[in-house]
C-alpha cells in the first residue's frame, strides 16, 4: 500500500539552527500538507501546498517557516533559527482531491527536539 | 467548516462495540463528517467520511442523522489497539486544503 514517508524520524538541533525535514508523499497525490503536534497537545495545521505553491497557511506559518518541492518527489520544511518552542512532531501529509475525496495520507511524523 | 463537539473521553471493554459520538450542529450541505484516529504518537490515520448516507468499510460504520447535525462512529469489536485519541471533523470542498483538528475524544479499550 502507498505511504507518507519521512525523513528523519528524530532530529536534535541547537537553537538558532536551520532545520529541513523532508517528506516523500504518495505519488499520484497532488495536495501536500505540514501539520505538527507539541507534545500532549493537539494537530495543529501549518500549510497546504499545491500546484507549487502554498494554499493555505494558519497564523503559525510565519516567516520562520518556508515549504518547498524540489523536485517530483521530495515535499520540504524548512525551520530557520529555530526556537525552543519549535520542539514538536512534525507530520506530512498528502491527498488527492482529484480521484479520491480528500482524506489526508499521514506519514509517521519526524520529532524536532531543540536545545 | 462546521465546529464539532466531541466527549472527552470514553471507555470500551474489549471485544464490544465501541461508539463515538460528534455533534456538528452548524454543518452545512455540503460538508463531509471525516474521522480520523491517532494512536499514541503516531500520524493521524483516516477511518471513514460521509455525507448523509451511512457508510461502512472494513475498519468502521459511520452513522449520520437524517438532520445531519451528529453521528457515530462505531468500531463493532473494539480490540486493545484500537486505543487511540478520534478526531471528528466537518469539511467541506472549499475547506478541503485545510483540515482543523480539534481535541477529539480519547478512548480507552480495556480488557
Known amino acids: 500500500e502507498p505511504e507518507v514517508t519521512q525523513t528523519p524520524s528524530h532530529q536534535v538541533t541547537q537553537m538558532g539552527q536551520e532545520v529541513i525535514l523532508r517528506c516523500v508523499p504518495i505519488s499520484n497525490h497532488l495536495y501536500f500538507y505540514w501539520y505538527r503536534q507539541i507534545l500532549g497537545q493537539k494537530v495543529e495545521f501549518l500549510v497546504s501546498f499545491y500546484n507549487n505553491e502554498i494554499s493555505e497557511k494558519s497564523e503559525i506559518f510565519d516567516d520562520q517557516f518556508s515549504v518547498e518541492r524540489p523536485d517530483g518527489s521530495n515535499f520540504t520544511l524548512k525551520i530557520r533559527s529555530t526556537k525552543l518552542e519549535d520542539s514538536a512532531m512534525y507530520f506530512c501529509?498528502?491527498?488527492?482531491?482529484?480521484?479520491?475525496?480528500?482524506?489526508?495520507?499521514f506519514g509517521e511524523g519526524s520529532r524536532l527536539t531543540v536545545l | 467548516d462546521a465546529k464539532t463537539t466531541q466527549p472527552t473521553s470514553m471507555d470500551c471493554a474489549e471485544g464490544r462495540a465501541a461508539n463515538l459520538p460528534c455533534n456538528h450542529s452548524t454543518i452545512s450541505g455540503n460538508e463531509y463528517v471525516y474521522w480520523y484516529r491517532q494512536i499514541h504518537s503516531q500520524g493521524p490515520q483516516y477511518i471513514i467520511h460521509g455525507l448523509k448516507n451511512n457508510e461502512t468499510n472494513e475498519m468502521a460504520s459511520l452513522i449520520i442523522t437524517e438532520d445531519r447535525k451528529s453521528s457515530t462512529l462505531i468500531l463493532p469489536h473494539a480490540t486493545l489497539r484500537d486505543t487511540a485519541v478520534y478526531y471528528c471533523i466537518a469539511l467541506g470542498w472549499y475547506g478541503g486544503f485545510k483540515t482543523i483538528f480539534g481535541a477529539g475524544t480519547r478512548l480507552f479499550v480495556k480488557a
Open positions: 501529509a498528502s491527498s488527492d482531491w482529484v480521484a479520491g475525496t480528500g482524506e489526508l495520507f
